[in-house]
């Protein structure tokens, strides 16, 4: 088992079971800094987000000692290959990571084709695209976000700006939302303290990718 595989498979079932009592008690192991793209199509639907992931350097040098085979200090195009294919098989479980919600539910998305990958100044930077499943009506408002519910990987956005909006139609703005940390763990307690006496927790649990996520609103109209 490689140490991608052990590091986001292994650390995520011991990071959900932490998590399983109060989203405080899990910590990040591995952290990503995101931007993401959120496409639309001339028919004024959701086309497609794009993900790019710059990885913490920790997390980078442990990929580059388990894929670098020919030992040369850096990843070759055939070991970037065989990153991307790792990742891409990894992380499927977890929706890749990549959230849209519109009117009140989660929206399905197209796993990605591949995953691609390049090894730049000490850290590894992820690529990949996901197609909409669905006919997604931008005149609905939308929320994308990148997030681990194990709080295993934490997803960085640095501002407004790493979200981006291309080919959307006219009218079409963002706002980012970045939820204090209290505030979150009260809503997820809350959550929980709301359910009736015949209702049950949903069984992929409270939807942290609303609560916690630091995440984009789009607007369209």
Not at 6 to 32: E, S, T, Y
Not at 112 to 140: S, V
Request: charged residues 25%.
């Amino acid at each position: 088992m490689s140490l991608i595989r052990r590091r986001m498979a292994g650390g995520l079932a011991f990071a959900a079971m932490l998590c399983a009592a109060a989203p405080a008690l899990a910590h990040p192991h591995v952290f990503a800094e995101s931007h993401m793209e959120i496409v639309g199509s001339p028919d004024g639907k959701l086309h497609s987000v794009r993900n790019v992931w710059r990885m913490d350097e920790l997390f980078s040098s442990t990929v580059l000692v388990d894929f670098d085979k020919n030992k040369n200090g850096s990843l070759d195009d055939d070991e970037l290959t065989d990153v991307g294919k790792t990742i891409r098989e990894s992380i499927a479980e977890w929706s890749f990571y990549t959230f849209v919600r519109s009117g009140g539910r989660t929206l399905k998305m197209k796993a990605p084709d591949e995953i691609r990958t390049l090894y730049r100044d000490g850290q590894l930077l992820i690529f990949f695209e996901m197609l909409a499943d669905e006919p997604i009506d931008l005149k609905t408002p939308l929320t994308v976000s990148n997030f681990d519910d194990t709080f295993y990987v934490a997803f960085d956005f640095a501002d407004a700006n790493a979200f981006q909006l291309v080919d959307m139609p006219q009218g079409c703005s963002k706002q980012l939302v970045v939820p204090d940390e209290d505030e979150a763990a009260q809503e997820w307690v809350n959550s929980i303290a709301g359910l009736g006496p015949d209702e049950k927790v949903p069984d992929d649990g409270v939807d942290y990718s609303q609560i916690l996520a630091t995440r984009a609103e789009v607007k369209c109209g």
